[in-house]
């Protein structure tokens, strides 16, 4: 059980007189233990997760999800060490932050801070989706929905890389040069999903938006095919087409988080494979730098108004 120390870091917090209900403020900085690591936060990257959460918590209350920095100290690993982590306690945009040295991956000399940032919440999701496929991707099609957010844009290159042909779905036509500079080998500009009636069956669907176009995609899954739900970006409720799970024989559909996974695989794991695949170029996160952390505030507010695409990266000065 690690103890409070004295020391304390400057922070992003939970400021709800604030228009996107973000501050700064001081935080004490608890003592590791010795499964754990202190880390110097070089960058982070936001999500609209952990920022539509943050209008229900109490003024003060920490945030922050993704980040990579530098090893101060503790976990095994020297200090001076590169890494990326996956803060499951949701107080990452600071100065300083301690987390399980398993939640953390050494970075390799390809990966700079920005991209590694960029990777454990949307890269996380995307890799545990394309996996719970299993290996029957390869020579398969894969359906991707909302691939403009910054799963669903890892989501492509990472069923790609798995051997699929995939088919990427975007809801206006001004997308879709997006869609194929993500590497989709087809793009169908729908809303509702209803345009899916003509597209040959899929193992895959990764599904980010839920409603009538979750319901559309269940109905082409082949035999043997999976429709992941990761998010909700449109209607929560569907309509579930029972008889094109069940009368197809095999066919499934499961929900995803990543807290869900961290549980039974440790962070490292995944963002190792992560990285590993960007040092190859296999993987390229959309990174948005969008400067200081001073503009934390401006820049939650442009995410939460999606006036721009891909994942938005602070440095912390």
Request: charged fraction near 20%.
């Amino acid at each position: 059980m690690s103890e409070p120390n004295s020391e304390t870091v400057r922070a992003v917090v939970v400021d709800p007189e604030a228009p996107t209900h973000l501050g700064f403020g001081e935080a004490p900085l608890r003592s590791p233990s010795a499964q754990e690591v202190v880390v110097e936060v070089a960058c982070f990257s936001l999500n609209r997760g952990e920022l539509r959460f943050a209008a229900g918590k109490p003024k003060g209350a920490p945030i922050g999800w993704d980040v990579a920095g530098v090893v101060e100290r503790g976990g095994g690993l020297p200090a001076g060490t590169r890494v990326v982590g996956f803060v499951r306690a949701q107080d990452g945009w600071a100065e300083k932050v301690v987390l399980p040295a398993s939640d953390v991956a050494p970075l390799p000399d390809g990966v700079d801070f920005p991209t590694a940032a960029a990777l454990p919440v949307a890269g996380g999701t995307a890799l545990a989706v394309v996996d719970a496929a299993g290996p029957g991707l390869l020579g398969a099609r894969a359906l991707v929905t909302g691939v403009t957010g910054g799963v669903g844009g890892l989501a492509v290159q990472l069923a790609r890389a798995a051997g699929a042909t995939v088919v990427a779905q975007v809801r206006r036509p001004e997308q879709v040069a997006v869609a194929e500079a993500l590497g989709a080998d087809e793009v169908v500009v729908t809303e509702d999903g209803a345009a899916l009636a003509d597209q040959a069956p899929f193992r895959l669907v990764a599904d980010a938006v839920g409603g009538a176009l979750l319901q559309n995609a269940i109905e082409r899954l082949a035999p043997d095919g999976i429709a992941v739900s990761y998010g909700v970006t449109g209607a929560a409720d569907v309509s579930l087409p029972l008889r094109a799970l069940f009368g197809k024989g095999r066919a499934s559909l499961r929900g995803l988080n990543l807290y869900a996974v961290s549980e039974v695989s440790p962070p490292r794991q995944w963002l190792t494979r992560l990285l590993e695949l960007c040092e190859r170029g296999r993987l390229r996160p959309d990174v948005v730098d969008r400067g200081d952390w001073s503009a934390v505030a401006q820049v939650a507010d442009d995410l939460l108004a999606r006036r721009f695409m891909g994942k938005a990266v602070l440095h912390v000065a």
